[in-house]
């Protein structure tokens, strides 16, 4: 009996241990004014954002984490309305009746109780300011004519957190409106083919708005490699690279 209680524990604490192994997340730690901000960086498009105690989660999608074991959501960022980003059992899992979500427009109609923003909308959420910038796609379709990611339909956001500036882009290509954003302290930046940007249009983008630090993310199999080979010789700008396929 004493050997089969002892087999027994042994394989409840490896399913425990590997269950806690796959909740481990890679986490960078901003300094800004007004206190730190937490990065998580979960998968794919996936980003948990820690400040002050309050929690964003931004297009938390099931696929990449088991979110009963996940902080609730103070506020819920999404970019668009595709399901990778756009996860409605995950949001109802993680909201409260307190929690604020904002979307786009499309995605809108799809969550109950959530505040659209349009390209160039503006919304202090809890001290923090957000901006929707426009996320869409110049060279890639699905068909001609149909591109992955329209222009006026998804969203990428700039945070402000106490005096850094936070730009997730969401599903976009090297837009104009991208390479004119000025003082970016951190950039996310989409790095899969076809349906966003190669390494050389992020290193475009980059070398054009110069954030201080850059991520590339939602690389999918993409060489992420590569960008820093074409950002070394660009001052002013730091490629950390993390685990965010």
């Known amino acids: 009996m004493a050997r089969l209680f002892a087999l027994f524990f042994m394989v409840f604490f490896l399913i425990v241990s590997t269950g806690l192994?796959?909740?481990?997340?890679?986490?960078?730690v901003i300094k800004t004014q007004a206190g730190d901000l937490t990065i998580t960086f979960i998968g794919h498009g996936t980003l948990m954002f820690n400040f002050n105690g309050k929690i964003f989660h931004v297009d938390?999608?099931?696929k990449l984490a088991d979110y009963s074991k996940l902080p609730k959501a103070d506020f819920i960022v999404i970019t668009h309305e595709h399901q990778d980003h756009l996860d409605v059992d995950?949001?109802?899992k993680i909201r409260t009746k307190d929690t604020m979500i904002v979307c786009n427009e499309k995605s809108q109609k799809?969550?109950?109780?959530?505040?659209?923003m349009r390209n160039g909308d503006k919304?202090?959420?809890?001290?923090?300011?957000?901006?929707?910038?426009?996320a869409y796609n110049l060279l890639h379709m699905r068909k001609p004519g149909e591109p992955y990611h329209p222009k006026g339909v998804g969203n990428g956001y700039i945070f402000t957190f106490g005096d850094k500036k936070i730009y997730v882009a969401g599903d976009t290509e090297n837009t104009p409106e991208m390479k004119k954003l000025e003082n970016i302290d951190v950039a996310f930046l989409p790095m899969n083919l076809p349906y966003t940007m190669s390494p050389e249009m992020v290193a475009d983008?980059?070398?054009a708005f110069k954030p201080k630090v850059l991520y590339p993310y939602h690389t999918g199999d993409t060489d992420i490699s590569k960008l820093t080979g074409l950002m070394k010789e660009t001052d002013g700008v730091e490629v950390r690279l993390r685990k965010m396929k």
């Not at 969550?111 to 659209?116: C, N, T, V």
């Not at 919304?123 to 426009?134: D, F, H, T």
């Open 90 to 92: 995950t949001i109802n």
């Open 21 to 28: 192994a796959e909740q481990r997340f890679e986490t960078d």
């Open 110 to 116: 799809k969550i109950r109780q959530s505040l659209a």
């Open 123 to 134: 919304k202090n959420l809890n001290g923090v300011l957000i901006e929707a910038v426009p």
């Open 60 to 62: 938390p999608w099931s």
């Open 205 to 207: 983008a980059a070398k």
